[in-house]
């Protein structure tokens, strides 16, 4: 079984740039998370989705953060102006719906270096 | 306060060790409580799963919870160079497509 696939693995960008983040999840798996984890920091949800829609987004910052998740398959993370402070890994984990299993399988990250 | 807290450390210890990693909690909502391991520059891996108070083993693993005091801990016995890893505690409020609340990880360093 393939597990979830995230690109590119790393990003240097510049303050005031944009950058995209992608996601492809397990096969199968209805639930789709991104979190965010700066250097030193446990994981931070920013945003999850039930198929395609959104359950919660509560920590997400909506004035440069954006993420959809068309079709209930693969999920795109963007950031619009980056600041200083987003430099982080940007974790994409999936789930499915059992009603059992809290296990979140999680990509390697996406490594973001804003200068 | 942070909703969960965790010794950041970083611990090394010798192989063969016994290591112990907690952490504490305020939501007493939480009911499902795991640990994951993360190696470098890779995600988390589910490592323990444990459902209210109470001990699991798996292996030379063992999680136990003690809702009581809002602590859980992670034991790892006989300790290998290969457990080296960062370990993070968390919980969630409910089964199944939850959110996870992480603690801040705690970095082991077994010394062979």
Redesign the interface.
Known sequence: EAG?AQSPRYKIIEKRQSVAFWCNPISGH??LYWYQQIL??????LI?F?NNGV??DSQLPKDRFSAERLKGVDSTLKIQPAKLEDSAVY?C?S?S?????????????T?LTVL | QKEVEQDPGPLSVPEGAIVSLNCTYSNSAFQYFMWYRQYSRKGPELLMYTYSSGNKEDGRFTAQVDKSSKYISLFIRDSQPSDSATYLCAMSAGQGAQKLVFGQGTRLTINP
Not at chain 1, 40 to 45: E, F, N, S, V
Not at chain 1, 97 to 109: I, V
């Open positions: 979830v209805a639930t030193g920091q446990g994981p931070k949800l999850q039930q359950v919660d974790l984990a789930s719906r059992g009603l059992s299993s809290n296990e979140q399988f999680f990509g390697p990250g490594r």
